[in-house]
């Protein structure tokens, strides 16, 4: 298979698609807003945005192969109501914490500021794809500790929370004209621990295409959707800088 990227709406050319044709889905899910951003006006009340992601995954169980993943980030508010949804087609397997370190606060001291984004982690099937993946301690005294026994060497591994992966600031080599644009360490981590080398990844809501370039730095086939077009020009025009 080629690697694809794709202009239009997600929902509509996931349609398209064959049944079992991915072996694996990563998707940071755009948020229910009212007002600020490109998505502005797609959902009129929460319920239709709530239509619209139970319309996603039935999409994504019907063209995700047996025993394969998905990994969906979410807005915090919304994690819960995804996961009902989710509960209905697949298996989870963790709800990973993000701490993404750079906190949002939008709440003018009214509220404690955000820290951390949910990762909805399900499998479909009982005997999913799973690569074990080991990390050293953040703190470098347990670090150090860690380096002089042997069998430690390489770290543990890795738990629900990642707490060693920070948001991207906004003076980043990395960082493009995107709000949520996610690190590409952090989209590469997902992409080993629930694919193999060869595999299809999907990505239906692909921004400005980090899951492409995770993809085609680790051997990894990509179907990339955007409904932006500016977006798909920026992403466009890092994988052809790379």
């Given at each position: 298979?080629e690697n694809k990227i794709l202009h239009g709406d997600s929902l509509d050319l996931l349609k398209d698609m064959?049944?079992?044709?991915?072996?694996?889905?990563?998707?940071?899910?755009?948020?229910?807003?009212?007002?600020?951003?490109?998505?502005?006006?797609?959902?009129?009340?929460?319920?239709?945005?709530?239509?619209?992601?139970?319309?996603?995954?039935?999409?994504?169980?019907?063209?995700?192969?047996?025993?394969?993943?998905?990994?969906?980030?979410?807005?915090?508010?919304?994690?819960?109501?995804?996961?009902?949804?989710?509960?209905?087609?697949?298996?989870?397997?963790?709800?990973?914490?993000?701490?993404?370190?750079?906190?949002?606060?939008?709440?003018?001291?009214?509220?404690?500021?955000?820290?951390?984004?949910?990762?909805?982690?399900?499998?479909?099937?009982?005997?999913?794809?799973?690569?074990?993946?080991?990390?050293?301690?953040?703190?470098?005294d347990l670090r150090k500790r860690y380096e002089k026994h042997s069998y430690l060497k390489d770290g543990v591994?890795?738990?629900?929370?990642?707490?060693?992966?920070?948001?991207?600031?906004?003076?980043?080599?990395?960082?493009?004209?995107?709000?949520?644009?996610?690190?590409?360490?952090?989209?590469?981590?997902?992409?080993?621990?629930?694919?193999?080398?060869?595999?299809?990844?999907?990505?239906?809501?692909?921004?400005?295409?980090?899951?492409?370039?995770?993809?085609?730095?680790?051997?990894?086939?990509?179907?990339?959707?955007?409904?932006?077009?500016?977006?798909?020009?920026?992403?466009?025009?890092?994988?052809?800088?790379?």
């Open positions: 298979m064959d049944d079992n044709s991915v072996d694996m889905i990563l998707t940071d899910l755009p948020y229910f807003r009212v007002v600020g951003d490109d998505w502005d006006n797609q959902w009129e009340t929460e319920n239709d945005y709530f239509d619209w992601l139970e319309k996603l995954i039935e999409e994504y169980d019907r063209i995700l192969k047996n025993n394969s993943n998905l990994f969906l980030f979410s807005g915090r508010q919304y994690n819960r109501y995804l996961n009902l949804i989710l509960d209905k087609y697949f298996i989870e397997k963790r709800i990973i914490i993000w701490a993404r370190k750079r906190m949002y606060n939008s709440t003018r001291g009214n509220a404690l500021s955000s820290g951390y984004e949910p990762i909805s982690f399900y499998s479909k099937g009982d005997n999913p794809i799973f690569n074990k993946i080991k990390v050293l301690p953040t703190r470098e591994t890795l738990s629900d929370v990642w707490d060693d992966i920070p948001a991207l600031p906004y003076n980043s080599k990395e960082k493009l004209n995107h709000s949520s644009q996610k690190p590409l360490k952090l989209i590469e981590r997902i992409i080993k621990i629930g694919s193999n080398e060869n595999d299809v990844v999907l990505d239906s809501c692909a921004g400005v295409l980090t899951t492409a370039e995770a993809c085609e730095n680790l051997n990894r086939k990509y179907i990339c959707i955007e409904i932006n077009d500016k977006y798909i020009k920026q992403g466009k025009d890092r994988l052809n800088d790379k």
